[in-house]
């Protein structure tokens, strides 16, 4: 089956600036996450979507980072507007359900620099 | 709050040597654990997981993980690294109650190098 698929790869934008990350969950799966990596850390979650409904964004920084899974499919993590702490690399990460027994299946990230 | 701590940013072995990757976790509750492989530009790749069933887990490419409660500890072991393990290890565990149910919390993880 294909798996968790992410665009752009690598994204070099300016501070200030906006970007935004795509990501295409494995088909069928209800539960979708977004990550942020920063070098030398482990992934951190940002928000967790059920379907198309927001379960967790509690770690979201709402003033600069949005989200939206219309249609209960793809996804949208958007940045507006960048700072350099920003840089990291964003995961995309979906699960047939939310509870702790279903893996996760990751996509290969999205590398984000801000100058 | 949950946690886990990898006690080693990173580990060097030779080709056909053990490997131990060693992790310290903190709960209130009853953990569900896991430990994930992360090669350079590839997603993570779950290797193993433990919820509460056997304490020995078996995993796949070799690795298996022993919990213990008593030391609060989940080592990575395999018994014999080859080339391709290298890579960043990062040990998990879930936030398993309420509704975080099923959110991940990572360790810092620990970059495996294999000497040849």
């Known amino acids: 089956e294909a798996g968790v698929a992410q665009s752009p790869r690598y994204k070099i934008i300016e501070k200030r600036q906006s970007v935004a990350f795509w990501c295409n969950p494995i088909?069928?799966?209800?539960?979708l996450y977004w990550y942020q990596q920063i070098l030398g850390q482990g992934p951190k979650l940002l928000i967790q979507?059920?379907?198309?409904?927001?379960?967790?964004d509690s770690q979201l920084p709402k003033d600069r980072f949005s989200a939206e899974r219309l249609k209960g499919v793809d996804s949208t993590l958007k940045i507006q507007p960048a700072k350099l702490e920003d840089s990291a690399v964003y995961l995309c990460?979906?699960?047939?359900?939310?509870?702790?027994?279903?893996?996760?299946?990751f996509g290969p990230g999205t590398r984000l620099t801000v100058t | 709050a949950q946690s886990v701590t990898q006690l080693d940013s990173h580990v060097s072995v030779s080709e056909g040597t053990p490997v131990l990757l060693r992790c310290n976790y903190s709960?209130?509750?009853?953990?569900?654990l896991f430990w994930y492989v992360q090669h350079p530009n590839k997603g993570l790749q779950l290797l193993l997981k433990?919820?509460?069933?056997?304490?020995l887990v078996k995993g796949i490419n070799g690795f298996e993980a022993e919990f213990k409660k008593s030391e609060t500890s989940f080592h990575l072991t395999k018994p014999s690294a080859h080339m391709s393990d290298a890579a960043e290890y990062f040990c998990?565990?879930?936030?398993?109650?309420?509704?975080?149910?099923?959110?991940?919390?990572f360790g810092k993880g620990t970059k495996l190098s294999v000497k040849p």
């Open positions: 709960s209130s509750y009853s953990p569900s």
């Open positions: 998990v565990v879930s936030d398993n109650y309420g509704g975080s149910q099923g959110n991940l919390i």
């Open positions: 088909s069928g799966h209800a539960t």
């Open positions: 979507f059920q379907n198309n409904g927001v379960v967790d």
């Open positions: 433990y919820t509460s069933a056997a304490t």
């Open positions: 990460a979906s699960s047939l359900d939310w509870a702790e027994a279903y893996e996760q299946y």
